[in-house]
C-alpha cells in the first residue's frame, strides 16, 4: 500500500512561487506514474500535471498551468514535486498527488490508485 504525503503548500500573493512536494513510502515509486490534481471550493477535481514513472520521463500538463508549472521526480527519494511559477488566485485550491500504475488517461482522477491527503495553496491579489 502506497502513502503519499503532500507538503508545501501555503499563503503567496500573486506571481510568486511555491513548490510542492509529494514523498511516497511503502510501495515501489518508481512503477508508478505520478499526478497532481486541485480541486477548489465547489469546483470538480481537476488535473495539473502528470508525469511517467523514470525520472526525466513524459510530462502532461493542462493547459492553464502549461508554461507556469512544472513536475519532476527523484526516484530516489521516492518524490514527486511541482514546482509552481507566477501563481494567480485562480490556482487556489487544495492540491493533491496521486499514483497509478499507467502513463494513460493520466488526466482522469477515477484511474489513479492512491492519493495523498492534500495540500492548501492560497493565492492572493
Known amino acids: 500500500q502506497v502513502v503519499l504525503v503532500e507538503s508545501g503548500g501555503g499563503l503567496v500573493q500573486a506571481g510568486e512561487s511555491l513548490r510542492l512536494s509529494c514523498a511516497a513510502s511503502?510501495?515501489?515509486?518508481?512503477?508508478?506514474?505520478m499526478g497532481w490534481f486541485r480541486q477548489a471550493p465547489g469546483k470538480e477535481r481537476e488535473s495539473v500535471a502528470a508525469?511517467?514513472?523514470?525520472?526525466?520521463?513524459?510530462?502532461d500538463y493542462a493547459d492553464s498551468v502549461e508554461g507556469r508549472f512544472t513536475i519532476s521526480r527523484d526516484n530516489a527519494k521516492n518524490t514527486v514535486y511541482l514546482q509552481m511559477n507566477n501563481l494567480k488566485p485562480e490556482d487556489t485550491a487544495v492540491y493533491y498527488c496521486?499514483?497509478?500504475?499507467?502513463?494513460?488517461?493520466?488526466?482522469?482522477?477515477?484511474?489513479?490508485?492512491?492519493w495523498g491527503q492534500g495540500t492548501q495553496v492560497t493565492v492572493s491579489s
Open positions: 496521486a499514483a497509478k500504475f499507467t502513463f494513460r488517461n493520466t488526466r482522469v482522477a477515477s484511474g489513479y490508485d492512491h
Open positions: 511503502g510501495g515501489s515509486f518508481t512503477y508508478y506514474a
Open positions: 508525469i511517467s514513472s523514470r525520472s526525466g520521463g513524459s510530462t
